[in-house]
């Protein structure tokens, strides 16, 4: 069964410092993993997803994730944060055709940009 | 024009009402669902449909009710409303076909609150 942790429900950091979302998955399969972004009263879009290429993966808006098998993780990060990057994000597995290719969702994390 | 469509973006009603929150996609997508956003908990699936003769129980399915009355048109409906189904509701769709990992594309949100 597929399952997805998620560590820390609330994040700050100030403008221009480091952002760092954990993510951490349990699957039975090699896995695909997304990172869904929510902006205030938007529904979610896709930031990024790993689909077993490169283990390092670019997203929009300066993100990208890196697929650590060993640490069973898929933690987003971005170099500079900017006060447009304050949303709610939501990492997401996917045991492809071995549960249906249904998501299962972890349960978000709100990054909150300081000034 | 955005690609799935969810109609009302916000609907307050009173204990009891009957409710229909419709979603309609031009994706092209077999697949769709309907999730549940409560704060804290994530997303939650209610039902989903791998097509239009299939419908599928989601993890929380009790007191709701979908009907797939088309490939693009998939509503979800709460017989008699109570004040702890006031969420924020998301219609989804997917495909099976192309690289099959199960990727989800969302509609806006349809925001219920149950006085």
């Known amino acids: 069964a597929q399952s997805v942790t998620q560590l820390g429900s609330h994040v700050s950091v100030s403008e221009g410092a480091l952002v760092l979302l954990r993510c951490n998955y349990s699957?039975?399969?090699?896995?695909?993993l997304f990172w869904y972004v929510q902006y205030p009263n938007q529904g979610l879009q896709l930031l990024l997803k790993?689909?077993?290429?490169?283990?390092l993966v670019k997203g929009i808006n300066g993100f990208e994730a890196e697929f650590k098998k060993s640490e069973t993780s898929f933690h987003l990060t971005k170099p500079s944060a900017h006060m447009s990057d304050a949303a709610e994000y939501f990492c997401?597995?996917?045991?492809?055709?071995?549960?249906?290719?249904?998501?299962?969702f972890g349960g978000g994390t709100r990054l909150m940009v300081k000034p | 024009d955005a690609d799935v469509t969810q109609t009302p973006r916000n609907r307050i009603t009173k204990t009891g009402k009957r409710i229909m929150l419709e979603c309609s996609q031009t994706?092209?997508?077999?697949?769709m669902y309907w999730y549940r956003q409560d704060p804290g908990l994530g997303l939650r699936l209610i039902y989903y449909?791998?097509?239009?003769?299939?419908?599928n129980k989601g993890e929380i399915s009790d007191g709701y009710s979908v009907s797939r009355q088309a490939q693009a048109k998939f509503s979800l409906s709460l017989e008699s409303a109570i004040p702890n189904q006031t969420a924020l509701y998301f219609c989804?769709?997917?495909?099976?076909?192309?690289?099959?990992?199960?990727?989800?594309?969302f509609g806006e949100g349809s925001r219920l609150t149950v006085l």
């Open positions: 790993y689909t077993s290429a490169a283990t």
């Open positions: 989804a769709t997917s495909s099976w076909a192309g690289e099959g990992t199960g990727e989800l594309f």
């Open positions: 699957s039975s399969v090699p896995p695909y």
């Open positions: 994706k092209g997508h077999d697949r």
């Open positions: 449909s791998f097509d239009v003769k299939d419908i």
């Open positions: 997401a597995v996917s045991e492809g055709n071995n549960a249906g290719n249904m998501l299962t």
